[in-house]
């Protein structure tokens, strides 16, 4: 008969199934982890470095500092496996490696939907800015805190108990809460997707329409659309003010100014000052031609025919002339700006740059396994099958644990070259 083998080391105890990357080892993992573990310092101190800066302009960029958790968490990751791979037998430090694996990568999910709900609400406020989708994206960052809390929870409770049932709980509880993180890590990207399709129809529409004469009906003018364009002036004039402010001569001062000091410097021009300035029609040379010129004018030169069409539309709407009406609605909702049409090309320019970066990682990939070394002898078949009958022998299942019931097994696996050894049966 055999002698029998002792349980395993523990708690805590070795990994039962496979682990994310393998076991990592000196010759190959630590030279490439430090390469990354250099990247992701050199990234954590420039978005700290970036949060420091802007917390001086009183701007409270938080995005800034979730990356620089991120990376931050990436560190400590590379150091782990460093130490795992110079000390392969440390089941602790295996278990910190993957913990923070998993842990770490949530913050870039959380960014990533995060952006998407700020293109959401920027390109479609009416549904962006509805209660139903906000209560519907703190119920999805709730899951996730959730999700990530089980994950962690569960990877430490399968190294500290060897019970089948537990072990098969704690699988499934696993793999419910991956399965969510995948959706939501796929969530921001569709968003931004769907997003861009409808926001290139709207473009498509709004090009259309704003080069589209207004109608006349029995002499009298009217607008070309019932949009309220002072809804436009309320949201445009503290921008195009303060451009205004930022001139050479006051630029420095400016700067140094908090956004509520920069907001209470914006003295309003008096209304029956601006009015009498403004009364009479804006001359048609100085609107001719304004979809092309608009980007070329300078900030100050923005600022001052816009303020003039805005105390022109405070005057009857017919009074204003078709060159007035048609600048107006150009500069408030034309494609410029945020609004502007993507260049000719883009997407042909986007795809060619990604194939460039694939074929790239191709090469990379073609030189590190043309110099690398040829595979372990562990995957010879010869091998695996003296594995698989050294593991019936034995009674180990290494997916769900000992086949045992005793537990009296152990769930390391040892290889045909261990065996000569060994009393069998």
């Not at 939907?113 to 960052?141: D, E, K, N, S």
């Not at 502007?340 to 740059?353: H, K, R, V």
Request: charged share 15%; hydrophobic share 45%.
């Amino acid at each position: 008969m055999s002698k029998p083998e002792a349980p395993p080391r523990g708690p805590p105890f070795a990994p039962q199934t496979a682990t994310l990357g393998g076991l990592p080892t000196v010759s190959v993992d630590v030279p490439i982890t430090a390469v990354f573990l250099c990247f992701y310092l050199a990234g954590a101190i420039v978005n700290f470095a970036l949060l420091k800066f802007n917390l001086k302009r009183d701007h409270r960029f938080l995005i800034s500092w979730a990356l620089g958790g991120f990376c931050m968490s990436r560190v400590l990751t590379c150091i782990m496996r460093i130490a795992w791979a110079t000390n392969p037998t440390s089941v602790s430090v295996a278990l910190a490696a993957q913990i923070f694996t998993n842990a770490g990568v949530i913050m870039v999910y959380v960014v990533n939907m995060l952006l998407a709900q700020r293109i959401l609400r920027a390109r479609q406020p009416a549904v962006g800015w509805t209660r139903i989708f906000h209560w519907t994206c703190v119920a999805l960052y709730t899951g996730i805190g959730l999700a990530i809390a089980l994950v962690i929870s569960m990877i430490v409770l399968s190294a500290y108990t060897l019970h089948r049932s537990t072990l098969q709980a704690a699988r499934d509880i696993e793999l419910v809460a991956v399965t969510y993180i995948t959706v939501f890590a796929f969530l921001a990207p569709a968003r931004a997707w769907s997003i861009n399709l409808s926001a290139a129809r709207d473009r498509l529409l709004s090009r259309q329409h704003n080069m589209a004469e207004p109608t006349a009906k029995d002499g009298a003018c009217v607008p070309p659309t019932p949009i309220n364009l002072h809804s436009a002036v309320t949201m445009l004039r503290s921008a195009l003010l303060r451009s205004q402010l930022l001139t050479p001569s006051t630029s420095g001062s400016a700067l140094r100014l908090s956004p509520r000091a920069f907001r209470s410097a914006i003295v309003p021009v008096p209304r029956q000052q601006s009015s009498r300035r403004h009364a009479h029609a804006i001359s048609n040379p100085t609107l001719a031609n304004i979809e092309k010129r608009w980007e070329a004018m300078p900030p100050q030169e923005q600022a001052d025919l816009w303020m003039a069409l805005r105390d022109r539309m405070k005057e009857d709407w017919t009074a204003l002339t078709v060159q007035e009406k048609k600048a107006a609605y150009w500069i408030a909702f034309g494609p410029h700006g945020p609004r502007a049409l993507p260049p000719p090309g883009e997407n042909w320019t986007i795809f060619f740059y990604t194939m460039a970066a694939i074929g790239v990682s191709g090469v990379i990939f073609a030189f590190i396994k043309y110099f690398s070394r040829g595979p372990p002898r562990t995957m010879t078949k010869e091998w695996q099958e003296a594995t698989n009958e050294y593991m019936k022998e034995n009674r180990i299942e290494p997916i769900t644990g000992p086949g045992d019931p005793a537990n009296n097994v152990s769930m390391v696996q040892v290889g045909p070259d261990r065996m000569s050894g060994q009393e069998k049966k």
